[in-house]
């Protein structure tokens, strides 16, 4: 199952348009986050408004791939959970966010190698073929709490100043 999620920001439609223009393309079930403000008539997704932490958290556990927003809390998360991902970042320019935040985000995880960009619905689908073949395991995986050499470095940090 592919999990689609717009993060807070809401809408994000140009997301949602691509995604349910290539949904029945994919071959899987596409299950998308969508916002309520959305003016979009949605065709090829199930279609969810915004879901209660306990509700969104299985569907991102059962989901093999997320696709989603550039948002850090949504990197983070599928890093923790060692889920693919493909960020499709908001752009400033097309009236998506107040700023590129998002685009230097994803450019950041995916130089690292952490994520993979789209910046198109063409994209997103190569993107997402790709990552159906991709039998590797996540490059990353971080855990629920900082690790001790950060908090150890952190507290000499703060008893320096």
């Known amino acids: 199952m592919i999990f689609v999620t717009i993060g807070t920001q809401e809408p994000f439609d140009r997301l949602i348009k691509s995604m349910d223009e290539i949904a029945e393309s994919v071959g899987e079930e596409v299950i998308a ?12 997704m199930t279609v969810l408004d915004f879901l209660p ?47 590129d935040h998002q685009i230097a985000t994803a450019k950041y995880f995916e130089e690292l190698g952490y994520v993979d960009v789209a910046k198109s619905k063409e994209e997103l689908y190569e993107k997402i073929k790709i990552k159906q073949r991709d039998e590797k395991e996540i490059k990353l995986k971080i855990g629920d709490y900082a690790s001790e050499n950060l908090i150890d470095d952190l507290k000499k940090n703060i008893q320096s100043n």
């Not at 986050?33 to 090829?44: C, F, G, I, M, P």
């Not at 093999?64 to 948002?71: P, T, V």
Request: zero cysteines; charged letters at 30%; hydrophobic letters at 35%.
């Open 53 to 99: 932490p306990q509700e969104f958290n299985k569907l991102f556990e059962r989901a093999d791939l997320i696709i989603a927003h550039a948002g850090m809390g949504t990197i983070i998360s599928s890093l923790v959970k060692s889920k693919k991902i493909i960020v499709f970042p908001r752009e400033r320019k097309l009236g998506e966010h107040r700023s």
């Open 33 to 44: 986050q969508v916002s309520t403000k959305t003016k979009l008539n949605v065709e090829h």
